[in-house]
């Protein structure tokens, strides 16, 4: 079968060798439970949910790989995905340059997900994929924003802010994840753009550094990120409400 003819393969990336400090002390914020399952289980259950991923990557704590291993062991996750996981490094710019050269030959598509958006629908995945399979090089899920922005000069904690200036709320998105890119156009991202303090925690950012145009499509409300005590009582209320919904 020639390129052309060939069915393209998606794998997704998901960085998760952070701890998490905004959620408080204990276990990494991948693996606090949400309904009882570990957040990085049921990410990567989003990730799997999508027909068109063959293989999700898990980037893992160097001194945890083991434990997330048995992790997705013992959780219940389609039969027709392959799993994997690596070691990731310090800095989430890190850990997806990990977890791309960990991709076998062969993946057209990848997708680069926040284990700490665990609750993205499958709709949104299909999406994403879609527009890169359409020719797009960089895909962002994102949102209109809800409140208006301000940008100010930032101050000490506790200290008032001067206002600099009011971006035009219409032009403005929230970005969530997958990203979705073409494997070549995001490998090249992180070969050219060095890494940096905390590095990159936008994967589309890098590309667009590179001068490559970068394409938004409809997020959902339920792909928010899971950072603050507040969010897992509003992850526990959308899993409830799914449930009330499905019958189980």
Avoid: C, W
């Amino acid at each position: 079968m020639s390129d052309e003819t060939r069915p393209l393969r998606t794998a997704a990336v998901i960085p998760a060798a952070g701890r998490g400090v905004r959620l408080g002390p204990g276990a990494p914020k991948a693996l606090r439970a949400l309904n009882g399952t570990p957040m990085l289980v049921h990410a990567v259950r989003a990730m799997a949910a999508s027909r068109a991923v063959s293989l999700v990557v898990v980037v893992a704590p160097a001194e945890g790989v083991g434990e997330v291993k048995r992790l997705l062991d013992e959780h219940a996750l389609p039969a027709r995905t392959d799993y994997l996981v690596v070691p990731g490094g310090d800095a989430r710019q890190e850990s997806v340059r990990l977890g791309l050269e960990a991709l076998p030959e062969g993946i057209d598509i990848v997708l680069v997900h926040d284990a700490a958006r665990p609750l993205v629908p499958v709709d949104t995945v299909d999406a994403v994929v879609e527009a890169v399979r359409d020719g797009a090089v960089a895909v962002v899920p994102a949102l209109p924003l809800a409140d208006t922005v301000k940008e100010v000069e930032p101050a000490a904690p506790g200290t008032p802010e001067p206002v600099v200036a009011t971006p035009e709320r219409a032009r403005l998105r929230a970005v969530q994840t997958p990203q979705g890119f073409d494997h070549d156009t995001l490998v090249n991202a992180h070969a050219t753009i060095a890494l940096a303090g905390d590095g990159a925690t936008d994967d589309a950012g890098m590309v667009e550094r590179l001068g490559a145009p970068v394409v938004v499509v409809p997020g959902h409300e339920e792909a928010f990120k899971v950072t603050r005590p507040l969010d897992l009582v509003l992850a526990e209320a959308v899993l409830a409400r799914r449930r009330a919904n499905d019958g189980f």
